[in-house]
């Protein structure tokens, strides 16, 4: 078996056209690097960066916006999640789709994970075969995961086959610049007009799942109080709920609407009655759920997002001044 300690075999990645990849390669340890560097040209990569400090993988990437990253990562190595993490939300370079692969020596599991978490394609343990890596830079050329877009996370859908089957809001594919230059496959392109609209997608992705955890949570609440008598809340959904509203508000704070100022203060009012001691009727969180399907419309900029938006505060204001009227009688 060739290892990269033994990297002298010239092998090939499939039939791909690799030398106008271009490649940015970090590594701390000069031999390593060396070997890597050897190992990736052998493969057909031509157009490679060697980088030896974490602080010029900043500048090296924000100067090229490689088409393919090859980190580095070591035991408790939070410089590299986080560098990550920042091209995977647009703070480091142009393109926040680079295929990003890490080696480590060491495969400690907490920081396999959290590199994961952070939005990299694929991870692989040193030593290993030329054969096993050119199996895996195939497979991120042909076969590259769709990506999820959530609140918090940016990458490649690594979910297993039933978690992925109950989400309404599904995964899409990413430019692959990578691909785009070995195949010449234009739809893989990484270009600004293809970036923007991955962006665009992925505003929308994590919109639509904020609504959805806006709307289940608030539901779940609503059942809470239908099955039981001393409507007290538990302190915890109130505060995912109150959370999750604040988030909601600030999207929409985004959008030109005229009513969507409305609708934020009506939201706002009615989260106010939910923190009360003693919780309000169901009809209160139905309500809110009802704000929320005004509020996912607007997003989307669907045809009934203002008959949504008119009924939401037409209830609200019926609910709202009932309560007020309760209180001074």
């Not at 270009?191 to 992925?202: E, G, H, M, P, W």
């Amino acid at each position: 078996m060739t290892t990269l300690a033994q990297h002298s075999a010239s092998t090939s990645v499939r039939d791909y056209e690799l030398s106008k990849v271009q490649v940015v390669q970090f590594n701390a340890t000069p031999g390593t690097r060396l070997i890597m560097h050897d190992v990736l040209h052998n493969l057909g990569f031509r157009a490679l960066e060697d980088v030896p400090r974490v602080d010029r993988l900043r500048t090296t990437t924000a100067r090229l916006s490689p088409d393919f990253l090859v980190l580095e990562i070591q035991e408790d190595d939070e410089e590299i999640c986080e560098i990550v993490t920042d091209i995977r939300h647009g703070r480091l370079g142009n393109n926040p789709y680079t295929v990003i692969l890490l080696v480590t020596w060491r495969p400690h599991e907490p920081t396999i994970n959290k590199a994961l978490q952070a939005g990299a394609d694929d991870i692989v343990t040193l030593p290993l075969s030329t054969g096993l890596l050119s199996e895996r830079i195939d497979n991120l050329i042909r076969n590259r995961k769709d990506f999820v877009a959530t609140a918090n996370y940016l990458g490649p859908d690594r979910r297993k086959k039933e978690r992925r089957s109950g989400d309404s809001v599904g995964t899409f594919a990413v430019p692959n610049n990578m691909r785009f230059k070995a195949t010449g496959d234009l739809e893989a392109a990484a270009d600004a007009n293809s970036v923007k609209q991955a962006q665009d997608k992925i505003e929308n992705h994590r919109r639509q799942r904020l609504m959805a955890r806006f709307d289940a949570v608030a539901e779940e609440l609503e059942e809470y109080v239908k099955e039981r008598t001393h409507r007290v809340l538990p302190d915890q959904k109130v505060t995912q709920l109150a959370d999750l509203v604040q988030k909601a508000v600030a999207e929409l704070d985004t959008l030109i609407h005229h009513n969507t100022a409305k609708l934020a203060q009506s939201i706002h009012r009615l989260m106010d009655m939910i923190r009360q001691p003693t919780a309000p009727a169901p009809s209160v969180f139905a309500l809110l759920r009802v704000h929320g399907q005004a509020v996912n419309a607007a997003f989307h900029d669907s045809d009934d997002a203002p008959d949504l938006m008119v009924l939401a505060l037409q209830r609200a204001t019926a609910i709202i001044g009932d309560k007020s009227k309760k209180r001074s009688s």
